[in-house]
């Protein structure tokens, strides 16, 4: 007779699997692995920032891409909106004679009498002339129409041309956080001037492939202002905007944009969404236009990783 094995059923017994035991002897279970975000790495954990009770000197961020419609203005809308609903005082500068900026926070920026062409032309206005108060808590502006168009020529001759704008914003540094300033897609004197008075730059860029093109040239102007202009300039981050993961071609060139710049892109990604677009119209910011939407959630998320790099 064959002896029957001791086992549930007549089945061999099964081996005992050991478990991690903590210091106190319970069961530990494995951590669990991170979470692969749309750049493909691991996203890493930032705490939700602490208010402030104490305000400035202001950090001042220059967004800027010389290729248009890469959502440039529309992130400097949310993130500025975004930031403020942390508890930080933002002031906005709109420096691109399209005034999109302005008119997306519900400014009628035409009619305005002073804006930011006069506060870079004209000696006797201040920054006071020309600040406005958004409807959203803590964000100020300082608006732009077409007239700012005229400015190249009109400082072409002035000495210090390139810190024009860097000594008129200096009054009031000390009573915001953050000042992110709205450049215009070209890399001309404007963009120039909002370089030599930025502390960081912020790249918000599409996943195309002439996108990478753009991204090199912009780089090169910033090594250029930084030699010339601006020791302390550098680029903060790159944020990849209106993507679209179902696309081979958009995840081939977010590969491409992390491999080559690597931490410096953001882990936020701004995904496509029709709320962007309605919040123009609306003119105000995604955050309080739709604010549980997946748009203000990424912008209330890319605040955090801002705040964390620049520590303010």
Known sequence: MTDVPTGVGGLSPVEPVSLPIDVDGSSAPADPEPAIGLTGRPARHIPEPKPKSVHGPAKVIAMCNQK?????TTSTINLGA????????VLLVDLDPQGALSAG???????LEHTVHNLLVEPRVSIDDVLINTRVKGLDLVPSNI??????IQLVNEVGRE????RALYPVLDRYDYVLIDCQPSLGLLTVNGLACADGVIIPTECEFFSLRGLALLTDTVDKVRDRLNPKLDISGILITRYDNRTVNAREVMARVVERFGDLVFDTV???????PETS???EPITTWAPKSGGAQAYRALACEVIDRFGA
């Open 163 to 166: 810190q024009t704008l860097s």
């Open 147 to 152: 007239d700012l168009s005229a400015a190249e």
């Open 281 to 283: 119209v609306a003119g």
């Open 105 to 111: 926070l519900g400014v009628p920026h035409y009619e």
């Open 270 to 276: 701004i995904s496509r969404t029709v709320r962007f």
């Open 68 to 72: 248009g419609g890469v959502g440039k």
């Open 82 to 89: 975004s930031l403020a609903e942390y508890g930080r005082r």
